[in-house]
């Protein structure tokens, strides 16, 4: 290998290198006038505390944001406290940082801004001369408070940055709340879902198994063991993530029941590459795809459908679809439905929502549809995701 | 022109894309389903993984150190298998629990910073980069010698076949091209092997050990494609046609001890028995010094050895391209499984290219003098065995090679193109199709320009370098960051970049100025043994000076990393931990 071959290679490499710092700093310094700069300077303080507080007031998220907000205010030190104990502590008076939560206490119990005295500041640190608790709030609900000392005496001014310091961190408690509430309805939602096997399923496949009962009762035998499986998996109450090889199982179920039920009607095909079988994805989001598929691929219509499910690897995504080719649909009423009004595709519009809320907006259920052209489903999952490993 | 091999060539080409595209796993009725959803048993996954390892460097390269360099040269493809002892040690299982897909992945997983994750990011392409390029120079290096077709055309036909993959839908079943590949290149290199054994036999056995220096045994004629300067250790007599020393040479002609210049088109031609001048770069060794460590004649040669020998066991577990692969494991015990499996599979190859070394130095003694020992193992079925059964088994290792350069470049492309897509590309271009092609053809295409403009470095030096900047960086980045639970995203991020950079100044400046000697030539030349270190050392420095800065939930990663899933008290702890 020619030198300059190897000093070309460096130079690239240092340039992905460059390009890739250069744009994670991109946007940290940007000059502008002073009072620009100043705006900037706060608003990105502000922003670096923010994500922390969206996992509400949990002690890891106080200890993340407690630097950030004091530099917001410039004092010597700050504190953030629940309603009984001191959470996370940063400035002079490290040592000190329970006796915070005692000066919160007006604050907690007025829910209003209170000015500590002198004697109460000096009981944290010689050094201070003044200190101002101030409610934080979730909801109307005061749940904890922010305690700032300074080396100055308290002015109005200052009164009131901790204040405004302290609407804004409510504002991302309450955000904090509102997620935490789409999660629970989301959860809400599996729970219905799985609730809502839908009776006409269960109906159908007894009866099906009833009908094998005498003629054919090892696969009686076999497909009641499939339905047994199938419920199991369904009513699992653990975790909200499951593997794609335990999901596709639960499908495999499925449809031996289905085709219990259907015979030579319904023809699957599956194509699944193992590279992604351990590929995690939201507990029950192919179930109701499969199972929409069969209800309007195959049930309005007499002649033999086909499913196919695929689920392939693309570099760092797998994708997974699952098509009918049955009568289709009008997609203005598949994007009404998935926009939340009620309709036929609950399942669908559930799934997306799923899917948005744990990979981002740009992992939503691809649909291609038209009338008497079938449909198809798309969803497009990371092989890694960080909030699927959390959990 | 051998016909037979350049069909074996096309052939292992067309096997590659056309199971690229194939799926062996359809299943048309229910009852297929469960071979269909079926994880990958390990040691098939195992043999994808050496499949997708054993390079060019490997299946070419290594044979061609060790004809050249003799025992020190063992340590490469010892090390190249040891590598995987340390992986399954302390690095396989917790990266599988991790969830991690990438090194990237790995380090958001771990750390939960952005920061981080770009930096690996930038790593995993540069080391890409440098592992890519001896593949297409390998692939250049088998055309030119069995086809005779020009350098370039060989990393080109490699980057085209890797873009039609890529373009034409991915790898569909990944897994299965490279455990197909791994096969065809162990009986590839195993069969020829018991032929010319066979064919050493019944030659008398001659000793590699016990002789002189290597001599031509016949009457011989090399002719030199590039510009050259050899060796010879006293006077000798031949005949040149060409240009020597700078004179028009036509006949008979008197060596001298010392160096002569060879220009390019220059034919020689040397008399039975006579010894066989070296590449002024390569050292003489007779048999003793040959078979005996650290008498290679090179400065500080112990030195050298355990640096070599740090750069492999340690950068292994730092490939971006292996260490995907583990994801197809269904659980930490299972890629644990696999790393074992991988252990005795890539053993088992490595016992070959010894072979191929040691009979390089008996019956292609001319490669010393050309310095293309890298072709040894593609030579030598014809030179020693000869005739019909010779160009069938030149066939068979040229379909081994073949199916070396593909499967390595396809698989680094891949990992490459995912890690450009999802960090740098991707930023950029919002379909996440669009994205991954582009990325695919920049991961192939700036390794192939560079390749271009190369003369080449020993194929399986050219890809140690690679494994030393995966030692100075990732190594250190692992092992700390599944081991010590203090390790913070400063410290690693610090550690990366010191690794990274000291290991590619090391490998440019050995290579811009090849005239230094002494400690400062080992020292930069081998740069994984204090380059690991000092990444090491950096990363617990700055990691203990910004200890405020420790991943918030370490113990709850350290929790997911370090428990079987079988014991299931991972869920129960990690939902009492937090809220």
Same mark, same amino acid.
């Given at each position: 290998m020619n030198p300059w071959v190897l000093a070309l290679a460096a130079i690239a490499g240092a340039v992905v290198l460059g390009v890739v710092i250069a744009g994670w700093v991109r946007g940290r310094a940007r000059m502008g006038t002073e009072g620009q700069m100043a705006t900037y300077r706060t608003l990105h303080i502000a922003s670096l505390a923010a994500p922390a507080l969206r996992a509400g007031l949990t002690e890891s998220a106080a200890q993340r944001s407690v630097k950030h907000l004091r530099n917001l205010l410039g004092v010597q030190a700050l504190a953030i406290t629940d309603d009984f104990s001191t959470l996370a502590w940063d400035g002079v008076g490290d040592k000190q940082r329970e006796v915070a939560a005692t000066h919160a206490r007006a604050a907690l119990d007025s829910g209003s801004a209170v000015v500590l005295s002198a004697v109460q500041a000096r009981e944290v640190s010689e050094m201070l001369r003044s200190g101002i608790a101030a409610p934080l709030t979730s909801e109307d609900v005061v749940v904890g408070a922010l305690v700032a000392y300074s080396d100055e005496s308290a002015g109005p001014a200052l009164m009131r940055a901790v204040e405004e310091v302290a609407t804004f961190t409510s504002g991302q408690l309450d955000l904090a709340e509102l997620d935490r509430t789409r999660a629970r309805s989301a959860e809400a939602e599996v729970r219905v879902l799985r609730a809502q096997i839908s009776p006409h399923f269960i109906f159908n496949s007894l009866t099906a198994i009833a009908s094998f009962v005498r003629t054919d009762p090892d696969r009686a035998r076999d497909l009641l063991l499939d339905f047994a499986e199938f419920t199991r998996y369904s009513f699992r109450s653990h975790g909200r993530y499951t593997a794609l090889a335990e999901e596709l199982r639960s499908v495999e179920q499925y449809l031996l029941l289905e085709q219990a039920r259907f015979g030579d009607r319904l023809q699957v095909k599956l194509r699944v590459d193992p590279e992604v079988l351990s590929v995690r994805i939201p507990f029950l989001c192919i179930q109701p795809l499969v199972e929409n598929a069969v209800r309007h691929g195959l049930e309005e219509r007499d002649t033999p459908g086909t499913i196919s499910i695929t689920a392939v690897e693309r570099g760092p995504d797998c994708w997974i679809s699952v098509e009918d080719d049955g009568v289709g649909n009008e997609p203005g009423v598949i994007r009404r439905s998935l926009s939340g009004e009620p309709g036929d595709h609950v399942g669908l519009a559930n799934v997306d929502e799923r899917l948005r809320q744990a990979f981002g907006d740009e992992h939503g259920l691809v649909v291609e549809t038209a009338p008497m052209a079938g449909t198809k489903v798309t969803m497009r999952i990371p092989k890694f995701a960080e909030a699927v490993t959390d959990e | 022109m051998n016909v037979l091999a350049a069909a074996a060539i096309a052939l292992t080409a067309l096997v590659t894309i056309g199971l690229a595209a194939y799926s062996s796993r359809l299943a048309r009725t229910t009852g297929d389903f469960y071979v269909a959803s079926r994880s990958v048993p390990a040691w098939w996954n195992a043999s994808a993984i050496s499949g997708e390892y054993l390079s060019a460097a490997s299946f070419l390269g290594v044979a061609g150190l060790i004809m050249a360099g003799g025992a020190d040269a063992v340590w490469f493809p010892v090390g190249y298998a040891v590598g995987y002892v340390l992986l399954l040690a302390l690095v396989a299982a917790p990266l599988r629990r991790s969830g991690a897909y990438t090194l990237p992945d790995f380090c958001e997983a771990r750390l939960r910073s952005t920061g981080v994750r770009l930096i690996a990011s930038a790593l995993v392409v540069l080391i890409g980069w440098l592992y890519v390029l001896p593949q297409l120079q390998g692939a250049g290096l088998a055309l030119h010698t069995l086809l005779g077709a020009p350098v370039w055309l060989g990393g080109v036909l490699v980057s085209v076949t890797v873009l039609i993959v890529i373009v034409g839908g991915g790898m569909r079943s990944v897994t299965l091209v490279q455990g197909f590949q791994y096969w065809l290149k162990v009986v590839a290199i195993m069969l020829p092997v018991l032929f010319l054994l066979a064919a050493w036999r019944a030659d008398a056995s001659p000793s590699a050990v016990s002789s002189s220096a290597p001599v031509f045994d016949d009457r011989t004629t090399v002719s030199v494609e590039n510009h050259i300067a050899v060796t010879v250790d006293q006077p000798l007599v031949l005949e040149a046609a060409g240009t020597v020393d700078n004179q028009r040479v036509d006949g008979a002609l008197t060596w001298q001890a010392g160096t002569h210049e060879l220009a390019a088109g220059t034919t020689l031609t040397f008399p039975a028995g006579a010894p066989v001048p070296h590449l002024s770069s390569l050292p003489v060794l007779d048999g003793q010094a040959w078979s $005996? @460590?650290? $008498?290679? !004649? $090179? /400065?500080?040669a112990l030195y050298r050895t355990f640096a070599l020998m740090f750069a492999l066991f340690l950068g292994t577990m730092g490939l971006p391209h292996v260490l995907v692969r583990f994801y197809t494991n269904p659980d930490g015990r299972a890629a644990r499984k696999t790393a074992l499996t991988v252990i005795a599979l890539v053993g088992l190859f490595y016992l070959a290219p010894s072979v191929y070394g040691m009979l390089g130095r008996l019956y292609t003694p001319e490669l010393l003098l050309t310095g293309r020992t890298d072709a040894v193992v593609l030579l030598l079925p014809q030179a020693l065995v000869g005739g019909t059964a010779g160009q069938w088994l030149t066939a068979l290792v040229a379909a081994g090679a073949a199916a070396a350069f593909l499967a390595t470049a396809t698989g680094l492309t891949v990992t490459v193109a995912g890690v450009l897509s999802q960090d740098i590309v991707g930023r950029k271009i919002d379909d996440p199709i669009v994205s991954f092609r582009v990325a695919a053809a920049a991961a192939v295409i700036v390794p192939l320009l560079l390749g271009l403009v190369a003369d080449t470095l020993p194929l399986a030096r050219a890809v140690s370098l690679a494994f030393a900047v995966a030692a100075a960086t990732f190594s250190p980045l692992l092992l700390l960051g599944i081991w010590w639970r203090r390790l913070t995203d400063v410290g690693a991020a610090t550690g990366l970049l010191v690794g990274g950079v000291a290991a590619t100044v090391a490998i440019v400046v050995s290579t811009v100025l090849p005239d230094v000697n002494g400690w400062p030539a080992a020292l930069l030349s081998q740069p994984a043994a204090w380059a690991m270190p000092l990444a090491l050392a950096t990363m617990v420095i700055v990691s203990r000076r910004t200890a405020h800065r420790i991943t918030p939930g370490v113990d709850r990663i350290m929790i997911r990393l370090h428990? @079987? /899933?079988?014991? !299931?008290v991972q869920r129960t702890w990690i939902a009492r931990g937090e809220r």
């Open positions: - | $005996q @460590p650290l $008498q290679g !004649g $090179q /400065e500080h428990t @079987p /899933e079988a014991v !299931g």
